[in-house]
């Protein structure tokens, strides 16, 4: 069964960095593509960032030059290094585990993050 763990979360001054792990765990982390989710207080969830298999990535517009995803395929692990953050980044961020041909779509607990002066 596949299960992912984020951690990494905190209390972090605008302007400041944080950076959130995510731990898959099961073979299928090296086919699958890993993203990293958020939803702020009242708002819909939406997509930050998202790292394929192979590399690629893609980022929401807000995060661009801020926010840089990636993944070390030997530790099972997604990171989300988080720079010059502002208040509205404060939100719920979860991790999700996407493989197209088996429909597996798996999501992690969540780690909160408040950006507060």
């Known amino acids: 069964q596949v299960q992912l763990v984020e951690s990494g979360g905190g209390l972090v001054q605008p302007g400041g960095s944080l950076r959130l792990s995510c731990v898959v765990s099961?073979?299928?982390?090296?086919?699958?593509?890993v993203g990293w989710f958020r939803q702020g207080p009242g708002k819909e969830r939406e997509l930050v960032a998202r790292?394929?298999?192979?590399?690629?990535?893609s980022y929401a517009d807000s995060v661009k030059g801020r926010f840089t995803i990636s993944r070390d395929n030997a530790k099972n692990t997604v990171y989300l290094q988080m720079n010059s953050l502002k208040f509205d980044d404060t939100a719920v961020y979860c991790c999700?585990?996407?493989?197209?041909?088996?429909?597996?779509?798996?999501w992690g607990q969540g780690t909160q993050v408040t950006v507060s002066s």
């Open positions: 999700n585990l996407y493989w197209e041909p088996a429909s597996v779509n798996v």
């Open positions: 099961g073979s299928i982390f090296r086919v699958a593509t």
């Open positions: 790292v394929t298999n192979a590399g690629v990535t």
